[in-house]
């Protein structure tokens, strides 16, 4: 066969004179699997179209013509009804080896071996399916199938002219009624407000081309306009303005220059379609085998092409508000299959109260940024489009993983009234923000934020902590395409002191490798079959002492004339400590060979997060300043759990003796040896946990931003000496729940544990 731009073409010519001709639908239908069928020389060519909630057999060209209008299957049901279900493509060369295949018998297909399907899509539901069959087993290639699902997108141009479908029907199957969607949670907070889809559909009016060339030239001249606007955005975020999007907007760069993508869309314009159509068409595709890509940074990065396609999109067809450019005019709930961070930034934060998202991962830009702007945000959340209509009532609680779509008055006065608890309590937390978090028995508990991005910083403020326990600089990598260079780490490490104060921040050095793993950094390939006690963190950062080579001398030069508070995460023996504080000292010296100014101080950490550290104390001890625990790994490691297994995640406690005694005995040596020591784990952020470590001794918890408000109703309202007694007695001789017993405790001496 000819390339797939020639088979498409030949396809969509036929279809241009079929749509032009004055048929009846059914007489147009019936022609289009004539010429489908005759293109790709298939045997059978069907059409199966939605009505009535079933797919029903519309036309076709080789099977039985007494089964059209005859054989109907349901959405799931069969083949046709899993590509409908999938919205996706089925390719096999024996149809029946398939677990979903399903024989009708008045179609006579028997005699058929391979099938090909492919979805007929409108605003990215499954209206129908078109299908061809072939006698001998043999699976359709690449350009044939390209040729289908090119002539699929023509064929949903021509079912929604000639109203072969009810719309009503299509987009309104599951309408009434309220209905729970589940997802993941990945912002946490409450919501309500109405739905608005970030994108209101281009509608693609034409999708056959009457005139190539000129659609070449709009595809051209929309290139332009995209590109410019996206310089445009990166000279702004150039000045300062940009925050984390500038580093997003390196993505769209990359992006929007790519040959590879102006390419094919030129390649679908030769195949006969307009320009829009082309767009959508290779985005679909993309689209297509983004699902089949099991890596999450690289689908983050396919997201923000998805997101710039949409852009080219609305160029391209004048219709270039999105939700965000024409104002919220109420509280509204974004509804999205994902979004680009820079457009979640440009919605009015005063009216956008969280997100529903049909991807979405907590390792993607937009979550970062969303968690940044405090707005909560449910991802991986199915059938959305399928339920949502724009303007329905939704109700979002990511804490309960749920949406619910429509609600009935009592179930929205049961929301409000969860809703209005959780208000007060936040009005009550932060009118402590100017409170000290001193305990009943006036001992001072140092509380600290953990952070990472620009943003983060003002948290400080907003939450009246006392500086920043933990600040992960791994984040500026993670949502960067390119490695930061040195200055650029500077500006932004500068920028973060500056903000802060004269309150501390401490820097932890890159924690990068395993699975936070940056797409410019695939050392060796490496495979790692245990990535969390793989090759990260420090062991990466010595080995590749480059990057922490320029890391120090950004965090050197960034706190020049101030103290510098740096640590190390994973540190599993104290070589591993002193040959990173020898690499900052040697840039040290470099800096001051070189005349720059140098911190009036360097304070050295370590993190203690893998427990073989705890036996080697007395030798680490004397060599640095502070000790901060890193609860997350140091529990997954000494419970041999992976913490980011789902199905261990709620099988060993916290509060358990293990832990407890462990991190005890860590502090009473840290004590000993008059070092500083936290907690900056998520464990810290729990009024309970947070109750039970002050009561073995911690003085200081690095916590996230939300949390800060409720530890400090809970200090403000605890007996420090009365903690101590009690958690020296269970841990001496720990009774069967401690969790339960350290809740009782607590209630019993009225401390507030939310
Ligand atoms: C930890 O491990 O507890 C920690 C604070 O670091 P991270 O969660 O970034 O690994
Ligand atoms: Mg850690």
């Known amino acids: 066969?000819?390339?797939?731009?020639?088979?498409?073409?030949?396809?969509?010519?036929?279809?241009?004179?079929?749509?032009?001709?004055?048929?009846?639908?059914?007489?147009?239908?019936?022609?289009?699997?004539?010429?489908?069928?005759?293109?790709?020389?298939?045997?059978?060519?069907?059409?199966?179209?939605?009505?009535?909630?079933?797919?029903?057999?519309?036309?076709?060209?080789?099977?039985?013509?007494s089964a059209v209008h005859v054989t109907k299957l349901a959405s799931g049901e069969g083949l046709v009804g899993t590509i409908a279900e999938n919205v996706?493509?089925?390719?096999?060369?024996?149809?029946?080896?398939?677990?979903?295949?399903?024989?009708?018998?008045?179609?006579?297909?028997?005699?058929?071996?391979?099938?090909?399907?492919?979805?007929?899509?409108?605003?990215?539901?499954?209206?129908?399916?078109?299908?061809?069959?072939?006698?001998?087993?043999?699976?359709?290639?690449?350009?044939?199938?390209?040729a289908l699902q090119t002539t699929a997108m023509v064929l949903a141009e021509l079912i929604a002219n000639a109203e072969l479908i009810d719309d009503h029907d299509v987009v309104g199957s599951a309408q009434s009624g309220t209905v729970v969607l589940n997802g993941l949670p990945l912002v946490t907070g409450m919501a309500s407000g109405v739905a608005i889809y970030h994108q209101p559909h281009v509608r693609i009016e034409h999708t056959v081309a009457?005139?190539?060339?000129?659609?070449?030239?709009?595809?051209?001249?929309?290139?332009?306009?995209?590109?410019?606007?996206?310089?445009?955005?990166?000279?702004?975020?150039?000045?300062?303005?940009?925050?984390?999007?500038?580093?997003?907007?390196?993505?769209?760069?990359?992006?929007?220059y790519d040959e590879g993508w102006s390419r094919r869309i030129n390649e679908a314009i030769d195949s006969g379609l307009t320009a829009e159509a082309a767009i959508e068409r290779v985005q679909q595709r993309t689209r297509m085998r983004m699902r089949q890509i099991d890596d999450p940074l690289l689908a983050d990065r396919m997201h923000d092409l998805e997101d710039l396609s949409n852009r080219l999109l609305r160029i391209v067809a004048g219709q270039m508000g999105t939700a965000a450019q024409m104002g919220l005019k109420q509280d509204s709930i974004l509804v999205a299959r994902n979004l680009g961070p820079a457009e979640?930034?440009?919605?009015?934060?005063?009216?956008?109260?969280?997100?529903?998202?049909?991807?979405?991962?907590?390792?993607?830009?937009?979550?970062?940024?969303?968690?940044?702007?405090?707005?909560?945000?449910?991802?991986?959340?199915?059938?959305?489009?399928?339920?949502?209509?724009?303007?329905?009532?939704?109700?979002?609680?990511?804490?309960?993983?749920?949406?619910?779509?429509?609600?009935?008055?009592?179930?929205?006065?049961?929301?409000?009234?969860?809703?209005?608890?959780?208000?007060?309590?936040?009005?009550?937390?932060?009118?402590?923000?100017?409170?000290?978090?001193?305990?009943?028995?006036?001992?001072?508990?140092?509380?600290?934020?953990?952070?990472g991005l620009r943003d983060?910083?003002?948290?400080?403020?907003?939450?009246?902590?006392?500086?920043?326990?933990?600040?992960?600089?791994?984040?500026?990598?993670?949502?960067?395409?390119?490695?930061?260079?040195?200055?650029?780490?500077?500006?932004?490490?500068?920028?973060?002191?500056?903000?802060?104060?004269?309150?501390?921040?401490?820097?932890?050095?890159?924690?990068?490798?395993?699975?936070?793993?940056?797409?410019?950094?695939?050392?060796?390939?490496?495979?790692?079959?245990?990535?969390?006690?793989?090759w990260r963190a420090i062991r990466l950062a010595l080995d590749h002492d480059g990057l922490m080579k320029a890391q120090a001398r950004a965090l050197l030069e960034a706190a020049g004339g101030r103290t510098l508070n740096v640590m190390f995460p994973m540190v599993s023996e104290p070589w591993e400590f002193d040959q990173a504080r020898a690499l900052f000292e040697a840039q040290m010296a470099f800096l001051s060979s070189r005349k720059k100014q140098l911190p009036s101080r360097v304070r050295y950490g370590a993190m203690l997060e893998v427990p073989a550290l705890a036996e080697t104390l007395d030798i680490l001890l004397p060599k640095l300043d502070f000790i901060s625990i890193g609860t997350n790994d140091l529990t997954q490691f000494l419970f041999a759990a992976d913490r980011a297994e789902p199905r261990l995640a709620e099988r060993y406690d916290w509060l358990s003796p293990a832990i407890l005694r462990f991190i005890r005995r860590v502090v009473r040596e840290c004590k000993a040896h008059n070092v500083g020591v936290s907690?900056?784990?998520?464990?810290?952020?729990?009024?309970?946990?947070?109750?039970?470590?002050?009561?073995i001794g911690v003085e200081r918890l690095s916590i996230t931003p939300a949390a800060v408000g409720t530890i400090k109703a809970m200090v403000r309202s605890l007996d420090v000496g009365a903690a101590n007694l009690m958690m020296e007695a269970l841990l001496d001789r720990p009774v069967d729940k401690l969790r339960t017993a350290i809740t009782d405790w607590a209630k019993e001496q009225q401390v507030e544990i939310g």
């Open 1 to 65: 066969m000819e390339s797939a731009a020639e088979a498409a073409r030949s396809i969509l010519t036929g279809l241009h004179d079929v749509m032009a001709s004055g048929d009846a639908a059914q007489a147009k239908l019936n022609q289009v699997v004539n010429i489908i069928g005759e293109a790709l020389s298939s045997e059978v060519c069907s059409i199966y179209l939605l009505r009535d909630g079933v797919l029903e057999l519309f036309a076709t060209r080789g099977l039985n013509q």
């Open 88 to 146: 996706d493509t089925l390719n096999l060369d024996e149809a029946a080896a398939h677990p979903a295949f399903r024989y009708m018998p008045e179609t006579g297909e028997e005699q058929f071996h391979s099938f090909a399907g492919v979805p007929i899509v409108r605003a990215g539901r499954a209206v129908g399916v078109l299908a061809v069959q072939h006698a001998d087993p043999r699976k359709y290639v690449e350009i044939e199938i390209e």
């Open 210 to 256: 009457e005139d190539t060339e000129a659609e070449r030239a709009r595809v051209y001249s929309a290139f332009d306009k995209m590109r410019e606007q996206i310089d445009r955005m990166a000279n702004l975020a150039e000045f300062g303005s940009g925050g984390e999007h500038d580093e997003v907007i390196a993505t769209y760069k990359m992006f929007a």
């Open 344 to 451: 979640l930034l440009e919605y009015d934060k005063r009216r956008l109260r969280g997100v529903v998202l049909e991807e979405g991962s907590l390792t993607a830009h937009v979550t970062i940024v969303a968690r940044a702007m405090g707005v909560p945000v449910l991802g991986r959340v199915r059938g959305v489009r399928q339920t949502i209509r724009e303007g329905d009532m939704l109700l979002l609680n990511v804490d309960e993983k749920n949406v619910i779509v429509r609600p009935s008055t009592a179930v929205e006065q049961a929301f409000s009234t969860d809703f209005a608890v959780r208000q007060k309590l936040k009005a009550r937390y932060a009118a402590l923000r100017n409170e000290p978090p001193f305990s009943k028995d006036g001992k001072r508990i140092d509380l600290m934020i953990n952070a």
């Open 456 to 534: 983060d910083v003002s948290s400080i403020a907003l939450s009246g902590a006392d500086g920043i326990g933990l600040f992960r600089t791994e984040f500026q990598f993670l949502i960067s395409a390119t490695l930061p260079q040195r200055e650029r780490q500077q500006r932004f490490y500068r920028e973060v002191l500056d903000a802060a104060g004269d309150k501390p921040v401490i820097f932890r050095t890159l924690d990068v490798g395993g699975d936070k793993a940056l797409p410019y950094l695939k050392d060796e390939g490496s495979e790692e079959e245990n990535p969390a006690m793989g």
């Open 679 to 695: 907690v900056c784990g998520e464990m810290g952020g729990r009024p309970l946990e947070a109750l039970a470590l002050i009561g």
